[in-house]
């Protein structure tokens, strides 16, 4: 994984800072990558009653006449029952893509529906909205550029006072955004992020978790690092808003924490947080410590067995403490003091077992946080060695090569402390543990085990005795001939059979 080596072992100096090179190189890319990884989505939100249900009318392909039909009855019918039933059936008409085209086709169809959305009557209004989200949902992004009309009353009513209606809106609002940029340039300027952050503040759950959804749709757009977020004097971004206070309110631990709000403010604090745009201010609002203190929470449940849909709120929360963990201004704030050195890797260690259990596929998520609290910590790499969790980590080296690399870089983190950390390495199961690392076909996998016998022979000397007499030089020849490989296992062989 690191970048490869080139020539002969150097003396002790310059390999350490070789190696420390390397590994800045290495996880620079691993932030980029981790940075680009995010969740694009839409949500429905239906609530057919059984009635409608069971008349047979879900899903119809409406044609240009039965459109023109329903929104003419919707529009002037005698009786509100009859107007709000003909937008009904025009709404589970449109849950068909080939109504939805004929729809957005239709001369004066969307003009009519936001003439509904604007009634006075709340349920023709509600019914309209309804078809709007049924419009939204669509993966085609001409059906959300033609709700453009609509989407000036939607932010208007996120003010109102029908939680229920309030939810639609956003979670209509939300999947326009993602869907298209000139939704998103229309709804700038018409001060979305304002409207969202006033719905911060809401007493409904399903409130905020709609708004949670609504701004990680906004947060993903590729110009929301210039347009949407920019720096805390932008009245108009969102760090310049009190969004940010309030998105970690939202995530401190204790009996108020609502799973589902949580989960969507997380990946919102992940977006803002991969943008690089200000990070320093989320560390100075308390960031590091209100993650650090949900990540002990969320341990705690693990150990209570309460780990239902745990793992949708723990990826978000490792991937914003890794990532915060590389801004300078951790140190500048005393960031690696916040995290409570043994607890947080004590926590760590649970959920590793539990994703080891349940959900192998988040242990890279936890083992990258591992990585960066050690990358520059000798404090946890002392909490990793007095908890006795060496062994547990290399308990992990089978499951796949991508973890495999991972558990090693976090073991190259601790030898690279000096002769101290190295004596606590060994004697023990980790000369064993490499030894099996090097029959693997992986190269980075192998050659992360060639960086961490090299760092051990530098600073424990014994060990390369050990390795030969563990068959350690016929491992390395099974390398010799691969050329991403073969300067560093000669360097390797040079070492340990002369010191």
């Not at 002037?76 to 029952?81: A, H, N, S």
């Not at 003009?111 to 309209?128: H, I, Y």
């Not at 099974?478 to 300067?487: C, F, I, S, W």
Request: charged share 20%; proline share 5%; glycine share 6%.
């Amino acid at each position: 994984m690191w970048n490869r080596r080139q020539g002969r072992l150097r003396p002790v100096g310059c390999g350490v800072e070789e190696l420390r090179r390397r590994r800045r190189e290495r996880e620079a890319a691993l932030r980029k990558a981790r940075r680009e990884q995010q969740l694009v989505s839409k949500r429905l939100l239906r609530d057919d009653t059984p009635e409608e249900a069971e008349s047979g009318c879900m899903d119809l392909i409406l044609g240009e006449a039965e459109i023109q039909q329903f929104l003419w009855s919707a529009q002037r019918g005698t009786e509100e029952k009859e107007r709000e039933g003909a937008l009904a059936s025009l709404r589970r008409g449109l849950q068909r893509p080939e109504t939805q085209q004929t729809f957005i086709r239709l001369e004066g169809s969307m003009r009519t529906l936001v003439g509904l959305l604007t009634s006075n009557q709340a349920l023709l209004q509600l019914e309209a909205a309804r078809c709007l989200h049924e419009l939204s949902h669509s993966e085609q992004s001409a059906v959300a550029e033609a709700c453009l009309p609509a989407t000036s009353y939607l932010l208007t009513y996120l003010s109102g006072h029908s939680s229920d209606f309030i939810e639609l809106c956003l979670y209509t609002l939300g999947n326009l955004i993602v869907e298209s940029e000139a939704v998103r340039s229309k709804l700038l300027p018409q001060g979305i992020v304002p409207a969202l952050a006033a719905c911060i503040q809401s007493p409904h759950q399903t409130v905020l978790e709609a708004l949670g959804y609504a701004l990680s749709q906004l947060l993903q757009a590729k110009e929301a690092p210039e347009k949407i977020i920019p720096s805390a004097s932008a009245g108009s971004s969102v760090l310049g808003s009190t969004l940010p206070q309030h998105m970690l309110q939202l995530l401190q631990p204790g009996p108020k924490l609502n799973p589902g709000v949580a989960v969507e403010f997380a990946w919102c604090l992940h977006y803002i947080i991969c943008s690089q745009v200000n990070n320093a201010l989320l560390i100075t609002h308390g960031a590091l410590s209100t993650l650090g203190l949900l990540l002990l929470d969320l341990a705690g449940a693990v150990q209570r067995s309460e780990d239902a849909g745990l793992e949708l709120l723990v990826c978000p929360v490792l991937r914003c403490l890794s990532n915060l963990l590389t801004e300078p201004a951790v140190d500048a704030v005393g960031g690696q003091m916040e995290l409570r050195d043994e607890r947080i890797v004590a926590s760590l260690f649970i959920l590793l077992q539990f994703f080891l259990q349940k959900q192998p596929s988040l242990l890279p998520e936890g083992l990258w946080l591992l990585n960066n609290l050690t990358a520059n910590s000798p404090s946890f790499c002392t909490s990793l060695l007095s908890l006795d969790l060496i062994e547990p980590l290399l308990q992990l080296l089978p499951v796949s090569n991508v973890v495999s690399v991972l558990v090693l870089t976090v073991l190259c983190n601790v030898a690279e402390k000096g002769p101290a950390y190295c004596w606590h390495l060994w004697p023990g199961p980790l000369l064993s543990s490499l030894l099996d690392t090097l029959a693997f076909s992986d190269t980075e996998v192998v050659g992360q085990t060639l960086e961490l016998l090299q760092l051990l022979f530098l600073y424990r000397p014994e060990t390369a005795q050990a390795f030969l007499q563990q068959s350690g030089l016929q491992a390395l020849k099974r390398h010799e001939e691969e050329a991403q490989l073969q300067d560093r296992v000669h360097a390797l062989q040079q070492t340990a059979l002369h010191g």
